[in-house]
Each structure stands twice: as C-alpha cells, then as structure tokens.
C-alpha cells in the first residue's frame, strides 16, 4: 500500500460509482484545451470561468459529476452549481478517477 493510500485510505467511490451508472451529467471543468488533450468519454467541457454563465444546461439533471485535473476546480464548481439551488451534485475530483470509475 503506497504511502498517501497508508495516510488517508482508499478513495470511497461509490456515490461516484453509483452516480455514473444512473446516467449522470458528467462535467469537465478544466479549459478547452485541458479537455481537447483528453477527458471522460460521454462527458460534456463547461470550464469554470463559464459556469455561472451555462446554469441551463444542469436544469433537470438527476445528477452531476463534475472534475478537473486535481479536484480543485471541481469543488469550487460543486459549490457554484449548490448555491445556484443544485442539490444533486458530486465532486469526481480528477477526471482520470472519474475516467477510471466509468471504464469499470
């Protein structure tokens, strides 16, 4: 077991896990150039700067992933979308993590 895994366990995914097998509205908050090098298949680039600006597009989703490049971003958009009145989202943090739950 390597030394952070050791230090903070294992990353719990299954909300993620669970969330993704439902259908949800996966979102790449990194810049478009960061998406266009590579990201989840299926999932949408809104980057953060113009998330406020793209609220439509979250409207009646049952449920939204959104990730980065090192979950930073992604939390900031979590708490974005949640004081815009959505309920329903999960922080993915990295996309590879949430590349790696959807190729399950």
């Known amino acids: 077991m390597g030394f952070f895994s050791a230090l903070f ?5 299954s909300q993620l896990t669970e969330a993704i097998r439902a259908g949800a509205f996966l979102v790449d908050v990194r810049t478009p150039s960061e998406f266009s090098a590579g990201s989840v298949k299926g999932a949408v680039n809104i980057p953060l700067d113009k998330l406020a600006d793209q609220l ?5 989703k049952n449920s939204i992933v959104v990730f980065c490049r090192s979950g930073s971003r992604s939390s900031q958009a979590k708490s974005i ?20 739950v959807v190729n399950q």
């Open 9 to 13: 366990g294992k990353t719990d995914n």
């Open 81 to 100: 979308l949640e004081s815009n009145g959505f309920t329903n989202v999960i922080n993915g943090g990295t996309w590879q993590n949430v590349n790696e």
């Open 56 to 60: 439509s597009k979250f409207k009646e």
